[in-house]
């Protein structure tokens, strides 16, 4: 939920719309807009289905291969909103920054 709420915040896409009036480029960017947000999501199902998320009792079935590419991959998801929050707060005035 947290996610979603981030991306939406930052009018980042968490689904593909087909759109007609966007070109190539803007398609691409949309489509991979979209893959973070599932990404994220997959990864947060992984955690809380498999891994040791809410203080479950039992080992991880979670490989070590997995665990760390999980952790990157949301490295590199937090990275971006991020940058992009800071793209948002520097492209706007004073009185609609987010933070």
């Known amino acids: 939920m947290l996610l979603g709420q981030a991306f939406t915040a930052l009018w980042v896409e968490t689904t593909i719309v087909k759109s007609e009036n966007n070109t190539a480029e803007e ?3 949309k489509r991979v807009n979209a893959a973070y947000y599932e ?7 992984l955690r809380n289905k498999s891994g040791v998320g809410h203080g479950k009792p039992f080992i991880s079935s979670i490989t070590d291969e997995e665990a760390k590419a999980a952790t990157e991959s949301m490295g590199i998801i937090a990275e971006y909103l991020l940058a992009k929050l800071k793209g948002f707060n520097n492209n706007n005035n004073n009185n609609n920054k987010l933070y």
């Open 39 to 45: 990404l994220g999501c997959s990864i947060n199902a």
């Open 27 to 29: 398609k691409a960017k």
